[in-house]
């Protein structure tokens, strides 16, 4: 069938964690529910923005107030796209400890990136580490 | 003073913890919650919690290390942790994380308090 909705785009400049997410979620819900994405698929996104965002101001900005978090969105009918760029100096990704790994299970925190990998089809940090690109692909 | 997000029941040293909200385990909340459940849990000795999530959609790695720190905390004071009533797509984060092996996990609140020992 073809595409019925148009494709959503949106892109913002977060300046705050909270009211950033407050932002993002109900914006990227409508758009997932209006290009038939399941409750599976709405479940997998809304968490992988979550750790995408909230990395992106803890980590990348190291929770700097002068700097923001640039969020882009592009959802269609077959998958479901973001960027997530902060203003820090980026990170090895290789370098993040495996939490799955007995030494580190009882660690509480560092199981951030490992939900993005495991819940999106694709996910990719653009060099220096700063910009991560996510999407989610509907199943064929 | 920020509403509470959950509710808190004890018979003793038994204490059972419900969520109020649906979102509530994301990290606009999760800090307030950790809290909320340590204030509930360190005025008992031994104490046997139970944390209900019937009415939780969302998680998120923050609400997993708040989890592990109460854990913790429980152990410290001679106590044991049961978790019940999750969701099969939170449950799913749980084996894909581990954490299914850190945490006891249980299908029903009663099942959870009939595993306590």
């Known amino acids: 069938m073809a595409n019925s909705v148009k494709a959503f785009r949106c892109e913002h400049t977060l300046r705050e964690l909270r009211e950033g997410l407050e932002r993002v979620h109900p914006e990227a819900e409508a758009a997932l529910a209006a290009h038939g994405f399941d409750d599976g698929a709405k479940f997998a996104i809304r968490l992988a923005i979550e750790e995408a965002v909230v990395n992106a101001f803890r980590h990348g900005n190291r929770s700097d107030p002068k700097k923001s978090v640039h969020f882009r969105a592009y ?5 479901a796209s973001f960027e997530v760029e902060d ?3 980026g990170f ?3 370098t993040i400890p495996d939490p799955t790994e007995d030494e580190n299970l009882e660690i509480p925190s560092g199981r951030g990136v490992m939900l993005i990998k495991a819940y999106m089809t694709e996910v990719e940090y653009v060099p220096p580490g700063n910009l991560l690109r996510m999407t989610y692909r509907k199943p064929a | 003073m920020a509403s509470s997000h959950i509710s808190v ?3 003793d040293n038994l204490i059972r913890i419900d969520f109020i909200d649906r979102n509530i385990l994301d990290e606009l909340n999760i800090h307030q919650i950790g809290e909320e459940i340590l204030k509930a849990v360190e005025s008992e000795f031994r104490p046997k919690v139970v944390i209900v999530f019937k009415n939780v959609e969302h998680m998120s ?3 997993f290390g708040t989890l592990m720190k109460v854990n913790e905390r429980v152990k410290a004071r001679d106590g044991q942790l ?9 449950h799913e984060a749980f084996v894909m994380t581990k954490l299914n092996r850190i945490f006891s996990i249980s299908d029903t609140y009663e099942t959870a308090v009939a595993s306590f020992v």
């Not at chain 1, 959802?75 to 998958?79: C, E, L, W, Y």
């Open chain 2, 9 to 11: 029941r004890k018979t």
């Open chain 2, 61 to 63: 790695s923050a609400a």
């Open chain 1, 87 to 89: 203003e820090g100096p």
């Open chain 2, 82 to 90: 049961r978790l019940c009533q999750i969701t099969p797509r939170i």
């Open chain 1, 92 to 94: 090895d990704p290789a």
């Open chain 1, 75 to 79: 959802i269609d009918d077959t998958r």
